[in-house]
């Protein structure tokens, strides 16, 4: 069977802004025109994920911009959305459990997981739950306070009932997430979490990158984690949470998508305008597809999200 890439990129729009119909473009801040192939469906603003139910009836499409953070159920076959449910606070970072028929979706600043049930054709939102406790400061000068994590990217094993979340940690003097100097700021970086589903016992957290974005668990059985700030894919190992390895990609790699049937990793480089291919056995990039409009076009295309076709 054959596989292929697609590509997409995330549009920061506001709904109610450039209203578009089918046959209509989307018009970008600095005056460029979309024309996205197939059917347009009008949520809220930034959608950061999408998943499919596993009888291809639904798609489930988490939004995180300036107007309401919603997780949609869409019935692909009419476009129609049968069901939403809505958070405070929420960001890139959703995991499908198909056994359990449940949710998990990154709180973002909020510093929170969401568990949320998916029963009878209706979203059934559970009580948050921290992610990771606020770091503490060894630096006596720093107020104790410090502000939480700011949870990102996340995936469940189904196999091991383990859930995986990344987390950047507040940093410097203004505890802001903001990228400063590393040599300097404190609190830098980002940390992973291992918790499992069916337990309440506390999660087990290492730190890890500088700016972690997504997370897969290969074929392999090892974890791979994009670096924003780094422009690094980390391989992590799944027991101890320690990173075991460091792959060199294009820049700003952000959503992960691994091959169903062979060991490739595909990572998108927004900065670079490309994807970089990795070989999970090696741990070395096989290949760079770029994404620009024309061959020596500027930064621009920026590939923030993808998936693996099942054609």
């Given at each position: ?6 590509l ?33 469906v009008?949520?809220?603003d ?15 499409v ?10 949609s ?15 405070p606070?929420?960001w ?10 449940e ?14 049930k998916?029963?009878d ?12 406790a ?11 306070a410090?502000?939480?994590?700011f ?15 990344l ?33 309440n016992?506390p ?37 101890t ?10 820049e700003?790699?952000n959503?992960?998508?691994?091959h ?23 741990g ?10 024309f061959?020596?076009?500027p ?5 923030d ?7």
């Amino acid at each position: 069977m054959r596989y292929g890439v697609l590509l997409s990129a995330i549009l920061f729009g506001v709904l109610g802004g450039n209203g578009f119909g089918a046959e209509e473009a989307v018009v970008l801040p600095n005056g460029w025109k979309l024309t996205p192939a197939g059917r347009h469906v009008h949520l809220t603003d930034l959608p950061l994920n999408i998943l499919t139910s596993a009888d291809g009836e639904y798609a489930f499409v988490a939004t995180s911009g300036y107007n309401a953070h919603e997780l949609s159920a869409i019935r692909i076959a009419t476009g129609e959305r049968v069901a939403v449910t809505t958070l405070p606070q929420s960001w890139f970072g959703l995991a499908w459990d198909k056994t359990r028929g449940e949710f998990w979706w990154s709180g973002g600043g909020a510093g929170t997981l969401r568990s949320i049930k998916w029963t009878d054709g209706k979203f059934v939102p559970s009580a948050e739950e921290a992610a990771v406790a606020p770091v503490i400061p060894k630096d006596p000068n720093q107020p104790a306070a410090v502000k939480g994590p700011f949870c990102t990217g996340l995936c469940l094993d189904e196999a091991e009932q383990n859930l995986y979340f990344l987390s950047i940690l507040a940093k410097g003097e203004n505890k802001s997430f903001a990228w400063g100097e590393a040599t300097t700021d404190r609190g830098m970086g980002g940390t992973i979490s291992r918790r499992a589903v069916d337990s309440n016992d506390p999660a087990t957290t290492v730190p890890c990158g500088v700016r972690p974005y997504d997370v897969v668990k290969g074929r392999n059985g090892l974890l791979y984690v994009s670096d924003w700030a780094d422009a690094k894919v980390l391989i992590v190992d799944p027991e101890t949470l320690r990173t075991i390895g460091r792959i060199p990609v294009g820049e700003h790699p952000n959503q992960l998508a691994l091959h169903p049937t062979d060991d490739r990793l595909f990572v998108a480089c927004s900065s670079s305008n490309s994807v970089s291919v990795i070989d999970t056995k090696s741990g070395i990039v096989l290949e760079t597809i770029f994404t620009a409009l024309f061959p020596l076009s500027p930064e621009g295309s920026t590939p923030d999200a993808l998936c693996i076709s099942p054609d």
